[in-house]
């Protein structure tokens, strides 16, 4: 393994981690902070915003976990994937808990 396969292992756990919200805000029908909202990330944007923000999230997500090879065969790049998935899941619930305050 490549060092930068751990990177893309890392990039894969953040970007998949920061679907989930969008894309479940999203088919909830309910409106969600996006980069795209005004101002932005601190505004609300449309549920079918946030859908399309989620897939695309999800997408790269992928490419990355691709990329890294994750593989259950390779233990520590499943370690990585999961280290930055937890990291990104605490830190977005920390995020939009003070921005859904505002």
């Given at each position: 393994?490549?060092?930068?396969?751990?990177?893309f292992?890392?990039?894969?756990?953040?970007?998949?981690?920061?679907?989930?919200?969008?894309?479940?805000?999203?088919?909830?029908?309910?409106?969600?902070?996006?980069?795209?909202?005004n101002?932005?990330?601190?505004?609300?944007?449309?549920?079918?915003?946030?859908?399309?923000?989620?897939?695309?999230?999800?997408?790269?997500?992928y490419?990355?976990?691709?990329?890294?090879?994750v593989?259950?065969?390779?233990?520590?790049?499943?370690?990585?994937?999961?280290?930055a998935?937890?990291?990104?899941?605490?830190?977005?619930s920390?995020v939009f808990?003070?921005r859904?305050?505002?």
């Open positions: 393994m490549k060092w930068y396969n751990y990177i292992c890392f990039l894969a756990g953040l970007f998949i981690a920061n679907s989930v919200p969008h894309f479940v805000q999203g088919i909830s029908g309910n409106s969600f902070p996006s980069p795209f909202s101002p932005p990330g601190k505004g609300l944007s449309s549920p079918v915003i946030n859908v399309y923000w989620g897939l695309s999230n999800f997408i790269v997500g490419l990355f976990y691709r990329w890294g090879k593989s259950r065969d390779r233990i520590w790049t499943l370690v990585v994937f999961f280290v998935f937890a990291f990104m899941s605490m830190w977005l920390m808990v003070e859904m305050k505002m």
